[in-house]
Every structure is written in C-alpha cells, then in structure tokens.
C-alpha cells in the first residue's frame, strides 16, 4: 500500500528511450564474452515470458552461448498454450496435438542481459518469441502484446512510464515440505500484522535484505520493501521505468522472490487470497505518459493538475476496465481478494488520494501526477497488465472521452457505480465481446487469451473442494 517515487523525474542511462533508472548488473555482449572467457560466468538463462508470466527456458553454457545462442535458440511452441501446471489443453488455434506442437524461434534481447547475483556465476537474457518459419513476432507472447501498445503510444508522440508494487507472502517451510503435506500446514514467516513496522520485518530480513542487494546488482532499480498489512505479508518496490523495462523488472524479481526464499528454506506465494480470513495481495500499476521529456499528464493551471490528455486517458481506463479485468485477474483464486474493507477494490471508479477505489490519482497538483490501477493482483502477468491499461487509455484519448468527477469516501459504499467482474466467469466473457481489445490487440490474441481463462474455469469446475466435502460429506 506504499507510494512509489515521485514519477516527475526522468530517468537515464542506456535504454532512455524505455525509461530505465539506472543499469547496474547489466552487461553488454562484450563484457559477458570476457566473463565467459575467465569463467567468471560459466552459465547463461535464455528466457522467455509465458502466458502465466514466468520465466521459462534453458541454461546454456556460456562458451555456446556467446558463439552460438546469442543469435537464437528454439523452444516448444506449447509454452504459450499451457496453464500453471503445464497441461496442454485443446482449443487453441495457435497449437495443438493436431498442429504437431512445433517450434518457436527465442531471440535473445541483448539489452536485457544482466548479472544474476543469487546464483553463482550466472547470467539471464530475456527474448523475444518468434514463428519458426517467418521469424516474426507471435501476436500472443507477452513481450509482444506489449511492444505493440507501445508502438502505438510511439506513433502518438507518447511514452509510458509506469512501476508495479509486488506483494507477496513468506512462509516458515520451504515448497517441497509443503507441496508433500499438501500446503495445508502454510504457516507464514511471521505471526503479526507488519504493515510498515520496522521491528516486525526485522524477522524476515534473512531473505528481505538480500533480495533486495541481488536485484540492485542484477540493474534492478529497487526502491524498498516493507512489511504489508497482513501476517507475514511483504511489498516490493521497484522505481518507475519505460513500460517494457517495468514490465521486465516486475517479471524478473518475482523470480528472484522464489529462489532467494527457496535457497533460505523458504517458500513465497503469489497467490492472491491463500486464506479466507487473510487479506490477499495486489500488485498496483503505477502509470502517466511523457511526451518529449516532460510529463504530458501535467497541467499547473488545471484542477488537481490533470491535463485534458490525462483526463480522457484516465477516461478511457475507466470505461473499459471490466473489459481488461482479465488481464489483470487471469484465475478462479483472483476474485477472491476483492472483498470491502481489505483494500482490495471492488468498484471501476476513481478517487484522489483514496485506496477504497478501483483508480486512484497520486501525486495530484505535482509534475509527479498519475494514476495508480488497484485492480491487478499479485498473480497478474505484468505485459498483459500494462499492455491492456495502455490500449484503454490510447481509446479515451482517441474518443476525446469525457472523466466523471472522482468518487469521494468510502467507495465500498458507493451504490450505483460499475463494479468489478466478481468471477473469472464473469470477466472471461467481458474479455470475449471487448471490441476495443480485438481492435487494440487483434482477434487471435483475445481468442487465445479467452481459451486461456476458459480452461482455468473449466479445470476449477472439474474439482471437488474440501469445502465440499466438509459442508456435504455426512449432512447432504
């Protein structure tokens, strides 16, 4: 529930153009090779982003991959077709057991290189996921969908500069013990609410202050961590950067919250709503648009300092919010976290300075002004995330559409206001008949995506709960 940092400065270093803050433990294709040479890097992780927004890949030994799979490397197209458990479910018209479930080309995006500090004498490039044959872009990766919405801001005259918070918990036992007891013994790492409590997070610091040492050597720009207001409840703060570094930021360091909880014994979820009686975790989107420079959401002379761009920008995220909830809450679990009175919203409405809504202006009045998305959860894949708010502002900006005035108090209370899809059932369909994503995306990408929240549902359907069982087992 923390603010990031003031969005008015503008970054530097190599990838200005994206925003980047600064690029500690980032490497340039020559240095590696000289690393690689001394065996101070011995291996390389070629990674791609999935549907699910992890990591996915191969370990190469370095002397290969600097003589070899720098160009590129291949993969099963069936990791943009699977779900969190790796099933290959039917109805994809991308790939199929039919289609033979062939090759995609990974061509590694050098300006992504960096340094992995958590593990020995490694390195990490991301890539961009290519068809076999025509060596373009797949419509549906992640990393794609993004740079397309981008481009479109480009061509507008625009660049995105937005930060994710990342929430999580940590646990007392590590995943393999809880995976074999069936993750019914989650006992979090501390047992008392730690929101901003310095002796509270005092505990966790075993895993807290080297994750946060290993992403700043890795050219990730962390901010802080705090403690959240939930048992043993963590926030990660990442510095605003260019909408793709952010994107890439967000995605590497929920990664290292994994491993560097793994390797102390640990285990970290990203799971929304782990409990019925814990509050879940968010991941809220930070965003504005810069234009040349200076912050094009800014007006000195304008209320609350909102420039008209930002108002019908602003407009637009409203107006199609239940559309691209998906995006932001891809599984069953996702809709859990949104209940009153847990900070989680429930309404598509926007406030100043008010975390009761789905939308809230920071920064008012201040260069630094921008909107904050408090819909997404900490399970959102943070391309599909921000590639969806940028498509819903480019409409209202296109529409010259019009902001409602902010909602003030409690919204939770606010009656006659659009709410939230309640259920990923719900907001598969607002996906499916959204014209303005088929438009801003293309219709194999929301087809793809629509089978993709489909099988979720229908593998929950299939499931009997202990909830079931224990309501019904003796008493229906």
Sequence with gaps: MTDTTDMARPPTGPRATQGTAFMTGTLTFDTLKEMAATGAVDTVLVAMVDMQGRLMGKRFHASNFVEHAHHETHCCNYLLATDLVMSTPDGYAATSWRRGYGDYVLRPDMATLRLVPWLEKTALVLSDVLDHHTHEPVAHAPRAILKRQIARLSEMGFDAKMATELEFFLFEKDYRTLQKEGYRELVPLNGHNEDYNLFQTTKEEAVMRPLRN????????????????????????????????????????????????????????????????????????????????????????????????????????????????????????????????????????????????????????????????RIGGSDMNPYLAQAALIAAGIRGIEDDMELAPPVRGDVYESAEVTEIPRTLREATECLRSSRMLRAAMGDDVIDHYVRCAEWEQEEFDRAVTDWEIARGFERA
């Design 214 to 373: 290993h992403l700043v050597a890795a050219g990730i720009p962390v901010e802080n961590t705090k403690g959240e207001a939930e048992v043993g409840q963590q926030e990660l703060n990442i510095r605003y950067a260019g909408a793709l570094d952010c994107a890439d930021h967000h995605t590497i360091a929920k990664h290292a919250v994994k491993e560097i909880a793994w390797a102390h014994g640990h285990a970290a979820s990203f799971l929304p709503k782990w409990a019925p009686d814990k509050v879940g975790s968010s991941s809220h989107v930070h965003l504005s648009l810069w234009q040349d420079d200076e912050p094009a959401f800014y007006d000195d002379g304008s209320e609350l300092g909102m420039s008209d761009l930002m108002q019908s920008f602003m407009a637009g995220l409203l107006a199609y919010a239940r559309d691209y909830t998906f995006f932001l809450a891809p599984y069953v679990n996702s809709y859990k976290r949104f209940a009153p009175g847990t900070f989680a919203p429930t309404k598509t409405v926007w406030s100043v300075d008010n975390r009761t809504a789905g939308f809230r202006l920071c920064g008012d009045g201040t260069p630094g002004v921008r909107v904050e998305c």
